[in-house]
């Protein structure tokens, strides 16, 4: 049966969270009680993010240095060259910010891979962002990752979800097969919602080389 992945990428295809991982090092004290207004949906992704971007003290060539050294799941390289033997389309997700995964994806040699995130906007006041893929009649998050898994998906296609947050717990409601670990794991044990167990993208290889 065909399939298509959809996948989270902050903490699913990169071993820690990018963007949480940007906010310790550069910003301010404050930050954390507006990421645990955003976790209790208070704030959406986009106000919590330009108001955390208030407290940042970074230049993009900062930022480039650490993104210098996130690594990738072990397994990633491994499981895009599965699904393209396999003709699966793979894409990625995220409530993230669009420049940093491409310069991330890009250093591993995954440039082809597409990516609906939201916009990371520079200019002489610092930085901001833009959510081009939000839900008009939601807003909560930044990337609506439901719609756009109902808008990307081909006809007659198994679609499978692979994430690990809290910008995954609507879109795993929508997904035929979903691998969670952390937080969505704990959701979709908490909410019924059916989940595979996941830690590396060699456990979902081995799963696509068993229902293939």
């Known amino acids: 049966m065909s399939k298509t992945f959809f996948l989270d990428f902050d903490g699913t295809i990169?071993?820690?969270?990018?963007?949480?991982?940007?906010?310790?090092?550069?910003?301010?004290?404050?930050?954390?009680?507006?990421?645990?207004?955003?976790e209790r949906g208070e704030l959406s992704t986009e106000d919590c993010a330009n108001k955390t971007f208030a407290l940042f003290d970074a230049t993009m060539e900062d930022i480039y240095r650490l993104l210098d050294t996130i690594e990738l799941d072990n397994f990633f390289v491994?499981?895009?060259?599965?699904?393209?033997?396999?003709?699966?389309?793979?894409?990625i997700l995220s409530d993230g910010y669009d420049i940093l995964i491409q310069y991330i994806l890009n250093r591993h040699g995954l440039s082809g891979l597409?990516?609906?995130?939201?916009?990371?906007?520079t200019g002489s006041k610092g930085f901001s962002i833009?959510?081009?893929?939000?839900?008009?009649?939601?807003?909560?998050c930044g990337t609506c990752k439901k719609n756009l898994l109902h808008h990307l998906k081909g006809q007659n296609t198994q679609t499978v979800y692979v994430g690990d947050?809290?910008?995954?717990?609507?879109?795993?409601?929508?997904?035929?097969?979903?691998?969670?670990?952390?937080?969505?794991l704990r959701y979709c044990h908490k909410n019924n919602v059916k989940a595979l167990a996941y830690t590396s993208f060699q456990d979902i290889i081995n799963w696509l080389n068993k229902n293939s």
């Open 14 to 38: 990169t071993k820690n969270d990018v963007v949480a991982t940007m906010v310790i090092k550069f910003c301010r004290p404050g930050w954390e009680e507006l990421n645990n207004q955003w």
């Open 78 to 91: 491994d499981f895009v060259r599965v699904c393209k033997a396999g003709s699966y389309p793979i894409y």
């Open 114 to 121: 597409p990516v609906y995130a939201n916009k990371l906007v």
């Open 130 to 140: 833009a959510c081009t893929y939000k839900n008009p009649h939601c807003q909560k």
């Open 165 to 184: 947050g809290c910008s995954d717990t609507c879109v795993c409601h929508e997904a035929d097969i979903v691998f969670a670990k952390g937080s969505l």
